[in-house]
């Protein structure tokens, strides 16, 4: 039995010297110590880093300067992603893209509005179907304004082309200085189009020299975002739909302010950029419907003003306008897809969006609600203001866009124009307005 006992013993002894000879031959022969512990990993080959990528932005709607997109969009893709440079490319003109196309230049993403989509990437063809790299990186497009989404998904035929990132803000703005002057009370959330009409009428007036108006609006984009979503044109017949009692009842509803006694309109006040600098800089107009604008702290400087909700038809309570998204579109020339999607994702993000949203630099297109909650917490512009009305509480479905949209709506505000203006009655321009459109649609097919 002791002879059993030593003979294991031997045994062990010997296994156990073979193993540490082993051991240590390993060690020696990597040149790492055996005292490690982590030999095996640390012979494992370093991964690859990532590759350097320059993506190409275009902005397709002229509102970003460099310096901004260098800030807000660059230095935070740069950060979240060391590998990738982002290049801007300003713009500077409508025919950009095709100039960039020409030269072969590199472009990759473009952002612009659903409503110039056409111009900057239908009409080149340079649209790209991103639903497998939806899939592919997991992207939930249920964190999107669903009616935004729907908005692109129509577009293309149920796939999609970008994500929507920024949303166009559609407040009411007011001239509080104005409703103190003449002692009316401020408009409310939820204030329909009949109150609306009942205040223009009482802020319109003239004192010590100035015309006070009540109410201006951007009627183009009134109508291109239209809240009870009549359409324009019919996309399976490429035919305006303008002639019918729909649009009389939206040029009904918006000529009627512009009737009131002391409006005083004349063709130099047909043109947005008058309107609203009669708000903004000569402070004569009390309420201010933009539709799809965010006033700069600038532009706001001088004017005591809030914000209240977009005006609803009193049928359809808390409906505003439809989306008006910013989105980023992915271009089928592009060479570095997948890195593009990532980005394009990212700014798609809470992560991404809630320091700008905070500093009041955007409204986001997503639905968080930490995201309307928090817009303009960081900045002196929104302190005290009504941010709420930033948005409706729920967005009309929005129409189809087709390439023939800008023709109609163009042809819709020159009927809009020549009713204010007293040239023609609404049926008339109306009837003017669609047969405008047609000829120009067929003129359009033809080439």
């Known amino acids: 039995m002791a002879k059993l006992k030593k003979q294991v013993w031997g045994v ?48 397709g709607g002229g509102d970003w300067p460099a310096e901004r997109f260098q800030k807000e969009i660059a230095e935070p893709i740069k950060k979240k992603f060391p590998h990738i440079t982002p290049s801007f490319v300003p713009y500077t003109n409508g025919k ?25 990437v239908l009409q080149y063809d340079l649209q790209y179907d991103i639903t497998p790299l939806i899939q592919k990186y997991k992207y939930d497009l249920n964190q999107i304004e669903p009616m935004a989404v ?47 009409y009942t205040l223009a009428k009482q802020l319109t007036r003239e004192e010590g020299g100035v015309q006070y108006r009540g109410f201006f609006a951007s009627v183009s984009h009134l109508a291109r975002l239209n ?32 009737e009131i006694p ?3 309109m004349d063709a130099n006040l047909t043109f947005v950029t008058n309107k609203r600098n009669k708000f903004i800089q000569e402070k004569s107009v009390a309420m201010w419907l933009p539709v799809s604008t965010q006033h700069t702290a600038q532009e706001l400087a001088d004017l005591n003003w809030d914000i209240a909700s977009f005006p609803v ?13 910013n989105a980023f579109w992915l271009t089928k020339i592009s060479k570095q897809k997948d890195e593009a999607f990532q980005v394009i994702a990212y700014l798609a993000s809470e992560s991404f969006q809630l320091p700008g949203v905070k500093r009041g630099e955007f409204v986001s297109a997503l639905k968080s609600e930490t995201l309307r909650k928090s817009f303009g917490q960081e900045s002196d512009l929104y302190k005290g203001k009504n941010v709420k009305a ?29 009713t204010i203006l007293g040239k023609k009655d609404i049926n008339t321009a109306l009837r003017s307005a669609e047969e405008a459109t047609n000829k120009k649609i067929q003129e359009e097919l033809a080439k």
């Open 12 to 59: 062990i002894l010997a296994t156990t010297a073979v193993l540490l000879t082993t051991a240590c031959g390993s060690g020696a022969g990597s040149g790492t110590s055996a005292t490690d512990g982590n030999s095996k990993q640390a012979q494992l080959p370093e991964q690859t880093p990532p590759k350097p990528v320059e993506l190409v932005f275009y902005d």
């Open 150 to 196: 729907d908005q692109l998904k129509q577009l293309a035929n149920g796939g999609m082309y970008g994500l929507p990132v920024f949303m166009s803000p559609a407040p009411l703005y007011y001239n509080k200085d104005i409703f103190n002057k003449f002692g009316v009370a401020y408009p409310k959330d939820g204030i329909t189009w009949d109150e609306l």
């Open 390 to 418: 930033m948005l409706p509480a729920e967005f009309a479905p929005a129409v189809p866009i087709t390439r023939f949209n800008s023709i109609a709506e163009s042809n819709l505000l020159t009927a809009f124009n020549d």
């Open 227 to 258: 809240q009870q979503s009549f359409r324009t044109v019919d996309p399976a017949t490429n035919k305006a739909t303008l002639d019918n009692d729909n649009w009389k009842s939206f040029l009904n509803n918006i000529v009627r302010f512009y």
């Open 96 to 120: 950009k893209v095709q100039e960039m196309l020409t030269a072969g230049q590199q472009l990759d993403i473009i952002f612009s509005s659903t409503g110039l989509v056409y111009n900057n």
């Open 262 to 264: 002391g409006y005083k």
């Open 313 to 325: 038809d009193k049928q359809k309570p808390g409906v505003g306008p439809q989306p008006y998204p």
